[in-house]
Structure formats: structure tokens, C-alpha cells
């Protein structure tokens, strides 16, 4: 897996992480059901196994999306995008609901050629 493509798995990492930390003030429980996925995703990631790495925060995003329908005060998960600075809101708490854009984690699989 390339440089660019770690960055990619690190990138979305760290926005579900963001966006569940800030969404645990609103639904704590959304939190605990996602952590573990989550800190497995760290420990692969850490290990350099991007692509496993990825698979686990591809099913915590999925939680996240399950816990959604359930809990409607949730936010959309919106993408992560580089041109957001700290202070600005990028998880999407606390701010207006955007159309669902292309999150990465829904990007093709196959990212070797990348």
C-alpha cells in the first residue's frame, strides 16, 4: 500500500474518531459500541496493516451509520477533507446537515495501484 494510500486510511481514522468522540456528548452509547471497533483499527494501523486497518473503520463507519437510524440527533458523517482546519467543525457535530458526499470510506477497495 502506498504512502498516499496510508495517509488515506489515517485521514479516516482519525475523522470517525473525532466525529464519535464529539457525537459520545450527544448518544454515550454510540461511543462504547464503536470504541473497540475503533481502537482495533488504531492497532492495525500502528502495525502498518493499512489495508485491515481499513476494514475495521469501514465497519465502525457502518455502525456509526446503523446507530444513526436509531438515534436521529446524530449528525451525518460527513467526508473528512483536508482544506478543514482544527476549530472548524470537520465531524459534523454541532452543525448543519450536508448532503451525504462520497465519505472515503466508500471508496474502491482495491487502492494498491494508488
Request: net charge positive.
Amino acid at each position: 500500500m502506498s504512502t498516499r494510500a496510508a495517509i488515506s486510511v489515517a485521514a479516516v481514522l482519525q475523522h470517525t474518531y473525532r466525529w464519535t468522540q464529539a457525537a459520545a456528548t450527544v448518544t454515550p452509547v454510540v461511543a462504547q459500541q464503536v470504541a473497540p471497533t475503533l481502537t482495533v483499527a488504531a492497532q492495525l494501523y500502528e502495525a502498518g496493516q493499512y489495508p485491515a486497518a481499513m476494514d475495521q473503520v469501514s465497519r465502525a463507519v457502518s455502525m456509526l451509520h446503523q446507530a444513526r437510524q436509531a438515534y436521529p440527533a446524530l449528525p451525518e458523517l460527513l467526508p473528512a477533507s483536508p482544506s478543514r482546519g482544527k476549530g472548524q467543525g470537520g465531524c459534523g457535530v454541532g452543525q448543519a446537515r450536508a448532503a451525504p458526499a462520497c465519505h472515503p470510506i466508500h471508496a474502491p477497495r482495491n487502492r494498491s495501484s494508488q
